[in-house]
């Protein structure tokens, strides 16, 4: 193993510290996108495990999967959508994608050696716990369960490119 990849090793679980820390403190205001964004940008910046190879069709399927369940809950909640201005609608997607490179590329990757089992249910804990603060107690069962989903999709694919397409549906669902 190279010294690069120790060094980068070695700092992977501290990166996973310094981003909790900036999604926990986030509140809904301006900065909240920032915050997340940055706990993002940290988790993109690491260097860890390449992906293992999937196939275009599993990947795909996998994907759909999940963005037909979050569809067939909206078509089961809120009948009406809500209008929502161009400028959420895009620190929706941004905050998705920023979530998903931290969760489940970073925080999936400081897990994965424990098992897939701690991987999934570890980062789905923590996307739980980290909504508390902007959405409440209630919040965390559907995020939990949101969690496991992505987690999983994760695990299947070897990416976190199909957990985040998902959560960027699952957002825009939301609206």
């Known amino acids: 193993m190279s010294a690069v990849a120790t060094s980068a090793t070695d700092i992977r679980p501290a990166l996973v510290a310094?981003?909790?820390?900036?999604?926990v403190a986030r509140r809904?205001?301006?900065?909240?996108?920032?915050?997340?964004?940055?706990?993002?940008?940290?988790?993109?910046?690491?260097?860890?495990?390449?992906?293992?190879?999937v196939r275009p069709l599993h990947a795909g399927?996998?994907?759909?999967?999940?963005?037909?369940?979050?569809?067939?809950?909206?078509?089961?909640?809120?009948?009406t959508p809500l209008p929502a201005p161009p400028l959420t609608i895009a620190a929706d997607v941004v905050a998705a994608v920023a979530e998903?490179?931290?969760f489940r590329h970073l925080m999936f990757q400081v897990l994965q050696p424990f098992g897939?089992?701690?991987?999934?249910?570890?980062?789905?804990?923590?996307?739980?716990?980290?909504?508390?603060?902007?959405?409440?107690l209630r919040s965390v069962p559907l995020n939990f369960a949101?969690?496991?989903?992505?987690?999983?999709?994760r695990h299947a694919t070897g990416t976190w490119t199909s957990p985040a397409a998902s959560h960027v549906i699952a957002n825009l669902l939301s609206r």
Do not use: K
Not at 31 to 51: E, H, K, P
């Open 18 to 23: 310094a981003g909790l820390l900036l999604l």
């Open 116 to 136: 897939p089992v701690v991987a999934v249910a570890g980062t789905a804990a923590a996307f739980a716990a980290i909504h508390i603060p902007m959405y409440g």
């Open 28 to 53: 809904p205001v301006p900065g909240a996108v920032a915050m997340t964004v940055a706990a993002g940008s940290l988790a993109v910046a690491s260097r860890g495990q390449r992906a293992r190879r």
């Open 100 to 102: 998903e490179a931290f």
């Open 146 to 153: 949101a969690g496991l989903l992505f987690g999983w999709q």
């Open 61 to 79: 399927l996998v994907t759909a999967l999940g963005i037909v369940a979050f569809a067939a809950s909206r078509l089961f909640g809120r009948a």
